[in-house]
């Protein structure tokens, strides 16, 4: 093989190690891409699920502040009484049980929204784990992609190189080619078969 021929060949052979190579690399960006995405989904949905622990702790404590204020106007209310001299009049009494039912309604009312909220972000969280598995899952799909591109960089590259420089040596312009037409013919005997 000549100088001619070579080059050609070694530019062919770089240049398809060079596709597959890139196709290779595209596939790793891809899967770390991937990664990257659901691991960010990931932390969202952790922080969501903080968020929703919180949301149930502000529900339980606002409930407690509304016991808490509940009974505190209740023990105003029978002390301003009996101090009156009222004592356990049933006119307080009836008071101080309707504001003790409306408290307890505020309180699980307090109580609900805490836990509503937390459903809320509980589903939300469930929605970013959800997006981080579609995220790798996608990723591994895109470097199937990759690398199957490599794969066919690679036999395209080795079809190519086959068809130019295959088994019988290199196809190029220069080899001689007789011409019947032009051959001499004079001394030969003609072919019988």
Do not use: C
């Not at 995220?135 to 799909?141: C, E, I, N, V």
């Not at 290199?170 to 030969?188: H, L, W």
């Amino acid at each position: 093989m000549d100088l001619t021929t070579m080059i050609p060949m070694a530019l062919d052979v770089v240049g398809a190690l060079t596709k597959a190579s890139g196709a290779q690399q595209g596939a790793a960006v891809a899967t770390q891409q991937a990664q990257a995405a659901a691991q960010e989904s990931t932390f969202e949905a952790q922080q969501l699920q903080s968020q929703s622990g919180e949301m149930i702790a502000a529900g339980q404590a606002a409930q407690y502040e509304q016991s808490r204020q509940t009974a505190m106007v209740n023990s105003s209310a029978l002390a301003i009484a009996a101090a009156g001299g009222g004592g356990k009049d049933p006119t307080v009494m009836n008071l101080i049980a309707r504001n003790s039912v409306e408290g307890s309604y505020k309180g699980a009312v307090a109580l609900y929204n805490g836990e509503d909220k937390a459903r809320a972000l509980g589903m939300d969280a469930a929605a970013k784990n959800f997006q981080a598995q579609l995220d790798l899952q996608s990723g591994a799909a895109k470097a199937s992609a990759y690398q199957t591109t490599a794969t066919s960089a690679l036999l395209a590259g080795a079809s190519s190189l086959y068809t130019k420089y295959g088994m019988n040596g290199p196809k190029n312009a220069d080899t001689t080619s007789v011409d019947p037409a032009s051959a001499d013919t004079s001394g030969a005997a003609p072919f019988q078969g």
